[in-house]
């Protein structure tokens, strides 16, 4: 699975949309870009993923370049309840059975 | 909506004890997963299975043991808890052929004194 480097941490004002990077320069082109938040106390929860397209549903946009060496998450409209810890995986569709999550970049929604 | 339940959110056991913790999912899913969480190590794969009865050792399977005797029901076993076995648990499930979307129980904190 590529290395992915995302920033430690971010803040965001309620209310904005908030613009979440993932560096993956060493993306091969069948790996996929993923991404999931945990909430404090809580599991993990899938967000959205992508190959190449951009794609949006009902939780955010996910914004890849157009030669996928980075991503970009984003919460149109940012509440407090999306202060969590936000994960970019890449990996290849169905390999394997694992997440390897990483470290995230955690999420401050001030008001 | 996917539910993934653990049998606990909290649990304290002693040094050499046996441990079972828990985990049902309600959507017939194929696949179960048990994660620890551990700060500044992200979550590890301790063990999964794929099918009823089915298991695959995931990065971190030493110390633990898991069964799954019905589909919606993973059990993950520390057959004599230790203290480096002190940790955030983490279930997830997922559709045999989507296992990038995985949902997750909400974990269960055991420590181990």
């Known amino acids: 699975d590529a290395k992915t480097t995302q920033p430690t941490s971010m803040d965001c004002a309620e209310g904005r949309a908030a613009n979440l990077p993932c560096n993956h320069s060493?993306?091969?082109?069948?790996?996929?870009v993923y991404w999931y938040r945990q909430i404090h106390s809580q599991g993990p929860q899938y967000i959205i993923h992508g190959l190449k397209n951009n794609e949006t549903n009902e939780m955010a946009s996910l914004i890849i370049t157009e030669d996928r060496k980075s991503s970009t998450l984003i919460l149109p409209h940012a509440t407090l309840r999306d202060t969590a810890v936000y994960y970019c995986i890449v990996r290849v569709s169905n390999s394997g059975y694992a997440l390897n999550f990483g470290k995230g970049t955690s999420l401050l929604v001030t008001p | 909506d996917v539910k993934v339940t653990q049998s606990s959110r909290y649990l304290v056991k002693r040094t050499g004890e046996k441990v079972f913790l828990e985990c049902v999912q309600d959507m017939d899913h194929e696949n179960m997963f048990w994660y620890r969480q551990d700060p500044g190590l992200g979550l590890r794969l301790i063990y999964f299975?794929?099918?009823?009865?089915?298991?695959e050792k995931g990065d971190i399977p030493e110390g633990y043991s898991v069964s799954r005797e019905k589909k919606e029901r993973f059990s993950l076993i520390l057959e004599s808890a230790s203290t480096n076995q002190t940790s955030m648990y983490l279930c997830a499930s997922s559709l045999q052929g989507i296992s990038y979307e995985q949902y997750f129980g909400p974990g269960t904190r055991l420590t181990v004194t």
């Open positions: 060493t993306i091969s082109g069948n790996e996929y």
């Open positions: 299975s794929y099918d009823v009865k089915m298991k």
